[in-house]
């Protein structure tokens, strides 16, 4: 997906990088062919983890919550259904093939 990217990206562009699990499990880390358009185009790269904003999550409920409350927010959540289904769910969700977020439903309430 990076490499798609970075082939449509404008010059000086922005990325901002989030996470990678699609990389986390492999063996052999995947590289990007086309590193070098970050040079030619400019690109600014820049990554940051959940934690460096951890202490802004009280305030982003206040704001967001009010919103999902009046469908203003929606989500996707891809289903599966018993514990029997829980491991193809993982791997769906490492994979890339889980659409939104994964969910393992083990009891209706």
Request: net charge neutral; charged share 25%.
């Amino acid at each position: 997906m990076l490499e798609a990217a970075l082939l449509n990206m404008r010059r000086r562009g922005r990325i901002v990088v989030a996470g990678m699990i699609s990389q986390y499990d492999l063996d052999e880390p995947q590289g990007i062919k086309n590193l070098v358009n970050i040079i030619y185009k400019q690109i600014k790269v820049e990554a940051f983890t959940v934690y460096d904003y951890y202490h802004l999550y009280p305030k982003f409920l206040d704001i967001v919550l009010p919103y999902m409350r009046e469908g203003k927010i929606t989500y996707v959540e891809d289903i599966a259904e018993g514990l029997k289904n829980g491991p193809a769910a993982l791997e769906a969700m490492f994979e890339g093939r889980s659409a939104g977020k994964q969910v393992v439903l083990v009891a209706h309430e």
